[in-house]
């Protein structure tokens, strides 16, 4: 009865959760790519109304400086994903490689690094960066530097217990039993057997550090402005909540999308 | 073993019993029949995807909810005369058949016992579910039931946690458990297979004591031919979800019928009769077929020596009688056995 | 210590131990030590295949690890070809891979998920310096998978795709790929179904056969065991109880242990007429193991002196040795 299913080939394709979250990122990159020619104002100019409400040239109103929102969300989307996009890849950079030593030598080195690592995660993720960001300023390097920072210690523990888990397989120590040395077992079996790992946590941490970016700015210390970002735009949209309250909900809104999207790829279950 | 018990008692009669998959329509199961009489024993053969564990748990009622749809019927007379149909049994009567006339030991004990009660607990805790017996008493039939299971210190088992217990003895205990409501009928699956053989000798012997001293009928699931010559009276052979040979053990045995229950016992070694003795296996070739895209006709033709193009490929065979008291699922059994 | 005049020896064991400490507490102490192997000695010749039989416990895996250097022993002399296998260096060890192999007993662990069959077979190939993707590689698959009765296009399956049987094929293979001198084959058919484990033994026997290779059989199957092997080891609580040509240990066993581990093997064709010998007791613990004699707790011949001295293995026939000291049995 073995061999019957070939749900390997369907991958997590299959999976409704996985195309949902696919499509919605789908469309939020779509939508940030081409804001260029979708957009029908400068997002940073500012207009003679401010505050109006939604009507037929402003879809969604303006900003406290007479800015168009819908243009404003558009443009905000670039800086919130390459954020999202280069931290993942930073903290997987990192994590990574730490995590495959670690699980795969063991001993000493593994037990140090696990405690470097644990102390790290211990510390919450938001007052970390905060914290760093505060002292090295805010720009769109310094933030993927410092949520990247922030994020790798995940990445290397989950990692490491993969490594470890597949180090104790029959078939790693068939390799050995061939005189595979530890960089080939790395390369060849650990490696593969953790990318499914390796990208689901990828996705996760983009969304995280949508999300933590967000914050980030919302508690002043993101990208400075006249540059849109929609973790600015909910922070000033607050003080007028009364007067336009899409100015707060239309970037909000997106970053749900967005998290949730990367989410949803990143707790798809083969 | 049971000659001497001139009447025959009917226990359990399955009849045209199939079952199907929900998940992915996989026919387990096809019209499969045979009964159990009161204090026999049954080895229920084959290889994996045969359908044979399925069939023990068919008859438990652990099938049913929701993963396999059955049809056909399965037939038991209780303790108290009534007969009962246990196919679409309401699950709480399901549940006091299961407690009061059949029992079921699986392969690997440690995961029907629970790891934070003590051994005691959990038996005793059977036995009050079972029995209508004062508390005081509830422990002495424990360690009875430890005792009758030849666990050599049945005090200090009583106390122990599963996982201070080896396989051998956890498998003892789960034995005792399955006892402690005296069941008519108890069905066994691979209940050694983990085992160490010198330990499954031990469990073996023990079980046929106990077997014979209660006149409980067992049905034996198991791969091991050896085994069920062993302990059976009679013998079913199932193939690919159907029953293909079925009769008295020792006519199954040394005269097989059918070409798959032939091939099974060439394609074991004989103990003594190795390379050095002149010994020869006789693989069956091919493998076991996908019960999602069966063969047409007989089910073993594709592997079978004794196959006829237009016949075999064709025709599902019935279970037809043979003689010896024996039935068989092929065409050819009057052509072939010499 | 059992030294034998005909043939040279591939492999030659004295003495073999292997202890495993088990650590406690903060520090990581030596609490105690599973007596795993001891003092094993024995010889496997050129083109011998030497079964390991023992229950759980037994040592018999533990010994195939450390004959391929995949564990280290505790003390003893393992020489492969006349050479002392601990003293090789990086480079002599990678020669040693070549020339000795292993097939494990369970065909679904035992091949990486995510490499295909044509990966899993040129890997030790690879590491022997056959460059990936070079027609004499994809050569040496075709050969393999021929010589293993699988269909070429199996090359591009995953092991998902593929039974129990296939699956051990493809292991087979594998530690074909390199030409071995040697192999370990742990339980190789255990896991199968008994139509397939006739396939697997069937083909085995012709393989051995055909290229003169030398094998550790390792099993807890007598009867598997004494169809493959020339001569046969029989291990308790990793000591040797017996050890000597295959039809002789299993027809005339000389060592109380053997005895009663045949006569528990359930036999479908020898139905009726069998007297069993069913041993009392569980194994003992491989951490305190018994004195004198590890088997004197389960035997029924035990003497009080058996509780006294470690039994030498001694020759009772030519070629056939015991560890026990009753010589008016068997």
């Given at each position: 009865m073995r061999g019957v299913g070939k749900s390997w080939r369907r991958g997590?394709?299959?999976?409704p959760r996985f195309l949902v979250g696919l499509g919605m990122i789908g469309a939020v990159c779509l939508l940030s790519a081409l804001a260029d020619s979708l957009a029908?104002?400068?997002?940073t100019r500012s207009g003679?109304?401010?505050?109006?409400?939604?009507?037929?040239?402003h879809w969604l109103g303006t900003d406290e400086l007479g800015r168009d929102i819908v243009s404003r969300v558009l443009y905000g989307g670039r800086p919130s994903l390459l954020i999202g996009i280069g931290a993942a890849a930073l903290s997987t950079l990192i994590g990574v490689p730490i995590g495959l030593v670690a699980g795969y030598v063991g001993g000493r080195l593994d037990r140090l690094t696990m405690q470097l690592v644990n102390l790290l995660i211990s510390v919450p993720g938001l007052i970390l960066a905060l914290i760093i960001t505060a002292m090295i300023g805010p720009s769109l390097t310094n933030l993927v530097l410092v949520l990247g920072f922030v994020t790798w210690p995940r990445v290397a523990r989950l990692v490491r217990g993969q490594a470890l888990a597949i180090r104790e397989t029959v078939f790693v120590e068939a390799a050995r039993a061939a005189g595979g040395g530890a960089a080939w077992i790395v390369r060849m079996h650990i490696l593969p057997n953790t990318l499914a790992i390796i990208a689901t946590q990828f996705s996760l941490t983009v969304a995280y550090s949508i999300f933590t970016s967000a914050s980030l700015s919302f508690l002043?210390?993101?990208?400075?402005?006249?540059?849109?970002?929609w973790g600015g735009m909910v922070r000033s949209g607050l003080n007028y909540l009364a007067l336009n309250?899409?100015?707060?909900?239309a970037p909000s809104v997106a970053v749900a999308i967005t998290v949730l999207g990367f989410f949803f790829l990143g707790s798809t279950r083969k | 073993m049971n000659a001497d018990i001139a009447v025959q008692e009917k226990l359990l009669e399955v009849d045209g019993l199939s079952a199907t998959f929900r998940?992915?329509?996989?026919?387990?199961?096809?019209d499969v029949s045979f009964r159990i009489d009161a204090g026999e024993v049954v080895a229920l053969v084959g290889e994996s995807g045969s359908g044979k564990s399925t069939t023990g748990l068919a008859i438990m009622g652990?099938?049913?909810?929701?993963?396999a749809s059955l049809s056909g019927s399965i037939r038991l007379v209780r303790k108290s005369g009534e007969r009962a149909?246990?196919?679409?049994?309401?699950e709480n009567r399901m549940r006091s058949v299961r407690g009061n006339d059949v029992a079921m030991i699986f392969q690997e004990p440690m995961s029907s016992?629970?790891?934070?009660?003590?051994v005691g607990d959990q038996i005793a805790e059977a036995i009050a579910a079972h029995q209508d017996l004062p508390r005081a008493r509830v422990e002495d039939e424990a360690l009875r039931l430890l005792t009758i299971m030849a666990i050599p210190d049945p005090a200090k088992c009583f106390v122990s946690?599963?996982?201070?217990?080896s396989g051998g003895m956890r498998q003892r205990v789960m034995i005792a458990m399955a006892l402690s409501c005296r069941p008519r009928l108890l069905v066994a699956d691979e209940?050694?297979?983990?085992?160490d053989v010198t330990i499954q000798a031990q469990i073996i012997d023990q079980l046929g004591i106990l077997q014979r001293d209660a006149g409980m009928a067992v049905l034996f699931v198991t791969h091991d031919l050896g085994l069920a010559a062993d302990l059976a009276d009679r013998v079913l052979v199932m193939y690919a979800g159907q029953i293909v040979e079925a009769g008295p053990a020792d006519q199954v045995f040394s005269r097989p019928t059918m070409p798959y229950t032939a091939g099974l016992m060439r394609s074991r070694p004989r103990i003594g009769a190795g390379r050095a003795a002149g010994g020869q296996i006789q693989p069956i070739p091919g493998?076991?077929?996908d019960l999602a895209r069966l063969p047409t006709g007989c089910t073993f033709h594709p592997r079978c020596a004794h196959a006829v193009t237009g016949r075999c490929d064709v025709t599902l065979p019935a279970l037809e009688p043979a003689d010896g008291g024996r039935a068989v699922r092929c065409l050819r059994w009057r052509e072939i056995t010499p | 210590m059992i030294a034998d005049a005909s043939g040279a020896s591939l492999v030659d064991v004295k003495g073999l131990t292997k202890r495993f400490d088990i650590r406690k507490g903060a520090f990581a102490r030596v609490a105690a030590q599973v007596?795993?192997?001891?003092n094993v000695s024995f010889q496997i010749k050129e083109g011998e295949v030497l079964g390991l039989a023992g229950e759980s416990g037994s040592g018999k895996t533990t010994i195939g690890r450390m004959l391929l250097r995949l564990i280290e022993a505790s003390s003893g002399s393992i020489r492969f070809m006349g050479e002392?296998?601990?003293?090789?260096?990086r480079a002599r060890l990678l020669a040693f891979r070549g020339q000795a192999q292993i097939v494990f007993q369970d065909p679904f662990a035992s091949l990486?998920?995510?490499?295909t069959v044509g990966e899993a077979i040129a890997e030790p190939l690879r590491i022997q310096g056959m460059k990936a993707g070079s027609p004499e590689l994809r050569q040496r698959i075709a050969e393999l998978l021929e010589a293993v009765a699988l269909?070429?296009?199996?090359?591009?399956?995953?092991?998902?795709?593929?039974s129990g049987g296939q699956r051990q094929r493809v292991v087979i293979a594998r530690a074909l790929s390199v030409n071995?001198?040697?192999?370990?084959?742990?339980?190789?058919?255990?896991?199968?179904d008994v139509s397939i484990q006739a396939q697997i033994i069937g083909l085995l026997e012709r393989l051995q056969r055909r290229s003169g290779l030398t094998m550790l059989f390792i099993s807890h199957d007598l009867a598997v065991m004494e169809y493959m092997s020339d001569r046969i080891a029989v291990l308790y609580l990793g000591r040797l109880m017996e050890i000597g040509p295959a039809h002789d240990v299993i027809a005339?066993?000389?060592h109380p242990y053997t005895e009663a581990l045949i006569s528990a093997i359930p036999d479908a064709a020898q139905r009726t007429g069998r007297k069993r010998v069913i041993l009392t007791g569980e194994i003992p613990s491989a951490i305190a193991p018994p004195a004198g004699c590890v088997f004197h707790t389960r035997?029924?011949?035990?003497?009080?002196?058996?509780?006294q001295g470690v039994p030498e293995l001694r020759e009772?026939?030519?070629g056939h040795y015991k560890a026990c000291i009753r010589d008016d049995l068997l």
């Open positions: 997590p394709l299959g999976s029908r104002f400068d997002p003679v109304f401010p505050l109006s409400p939604p009507d037929a040239t002043g210390v993101g990208i400075p402005p006249p540059t849109p970002d309250p899409t100015m707060a909900l | 998940s992915n329509s996989v026919r387990a199961l096809r652990l099938l049913e909810r929701g993963e149909e246990l196919v679409g049994l309401a016992l629970d790891p934070i009660y003590s946690y599963p996982h201070q217990l209940p050694t297979t983990a085992l493998g076991v077929p | 007596h795993a192997v001891e002392e296998i601990a003293g090789f260096d990486d998920p995510t490499m269909q070429p296009d199996f090359t591009l399956r995953r092991p998902e795709e593929l071995p001198k040697f192999i370990v084959a742990d339980e190789p058919v255990s896991s199968l005339a066993p000389k035997c029924r011949y035990a003497l009080a002196a058996c509780t009772t026939r030519p």
